[in-house]
């Protein structure tokens, strides 16, 4: 079974930084690509950020490019989303989801998600 | 970046009756390769969005046969033969052609009557 784990959420002052993981299980982390995506309170879906499988590949909406960074670590089963320059704009619930293919087309399966709220 | 519009906003539907949602891309989802990068995903309240449907028209592992994909270059379509009061959420369809980034269509709303 497919499982997908995030955490390090929590409130954040503006221009400060967080760093997300989510932890995999029940797949062969390496074979796929992964994604991140975050939904505002009461709004709908907006893609962040793709890492290919080997991590050799990355991808960014504008909204976050330079600001955030997507990293993998495979031997851990593990995704990372590092975000600095924090706005609150960048408020929302962060998705983990795994993707169908090595190379990214589309999410499948998706955590639960951890909430990032920034805020003075 | 391609725009996706969905229609209507909401929906209401009596269980056991049909539903249909439309989606329309900006720039034609068909890939040289063939294969047109459509999806579409429920959220259920309180919950992450699972994928319903990829390529436009092929059920994802574990989906009831009463949802059904269609659609060809800009203009696709999900329908429910039968509504079920567990068919309540939001669904969305996503394109992936254009990456980055991947675009989301801003939700239909499914309530039951």
């Known amino acids: 079974e497919v499982q997908l784990v995030e955490s390090g959420g929590g409130v954040v002052q503006p221009g400060g930084s967080l760093r997300l993981s989510c932890a995999a299980s029940?797949?062969?982390?390496?074979?796929?690509?992964m994604h991140w995506v975050r939904q505002a309170p009461g709004k709908g879906l907006e893609w962040v950020s793709l890492i290919s499988g080997d991590g050799g590949s990355t991808y960014y909406a504008d909204s976050v490019k330079g600001r955030f960074t997507i990293s993998r670590d495979n031997s851990k089963n593990s995704l990372y989303l590092q975000m600095n320059s924090l706005r609150t704009e960048d408020t929302a619930l962060y998705y983990c989801?795994?993707?169908?293919?090595?190379?990214?087309?589309?999410?499948?399966?998706w955590g639960q998600g951890t909430l990032v709220t920034v805020s003075s | 970046d391609i725009v996706m519009t969905q229609t209507p906003l909401s929906l209401s539907v009596t269980p056991g009756q049909p539903a249909s949602i439309s989606c329309k891309s900006s720039q034609s989802l068909l890939h040289s390769d063939g294969k047109t990068y459509l999806y579409w995903y429920l959220q259920k309240p309180g919950q992450p969005p699972q994928l319903l449907i990829y390529e436009v028209s092929n059920r994802f592992s574990g989906v009831p046969d009463r949802f059904s994909g269609s659609g060809s270059g800009t203009d696709f379509t999900l329908k429910i033969s039968r509504v079920e009061a567990e068919d309540v959420g939001v669904y969305y369809c996503?394109?992936?052609?254009?990456?980055?980034?991947?675009?989301f269509g801003g939700g239909t709303k499914v309530e039951i009557k």
């Open positions: 996503m394109q992936s052609i254009q990456l980055p980034p991947l675009t």
């Open positions: 989801a795994k993707d169908i293919r090595a190379l990214g087309v589309a999410p499948d399966y």
């Open positions: 029940g797949f062969t982390f390496d074979d796929y690509a």
